[in-house]
């Protein structure tokens, strides 16, 4: 489930990285000081999404990491944890 996870936290960090920078496009192209102040406040809510999500795959790597290393500890075969 770790890894699991960890593949879906990397597609949303790369959709969310792609809809910040789509936003970031967008916020250059317009002129209208109402309308880049609401892609403004977007792109922040975006980038605080894809923070968090980044903070979360920091989170799940180590743990997984810490249950190969308790894994190798007890013996266990390394292709039973993949």
Do not use: F, H
């Amino acid at each position: 489930t770790i890894q699991q996870s960890l593949s879906r936290n990397k597609l949303l960090m790369e959709a969310l990285q792609s809809q910040v920078n789509g936003l970031n496009a967008e916020y250059m192209n317009t002129d209208d000081p109402g309308q880049r102040e609401l892609i403004q406040m977007r792109v922040q809510r975006a980038t605080g999404e894809l923070q968090r999500v980044q903070q979360d795959t920091e989170k799940q790597t180590k743990a997984a990491a810490d249950l190969q290393e308790e894994a190798r500890k007890s013996g266990v075969p390394a292709g039973w944890l993949r």
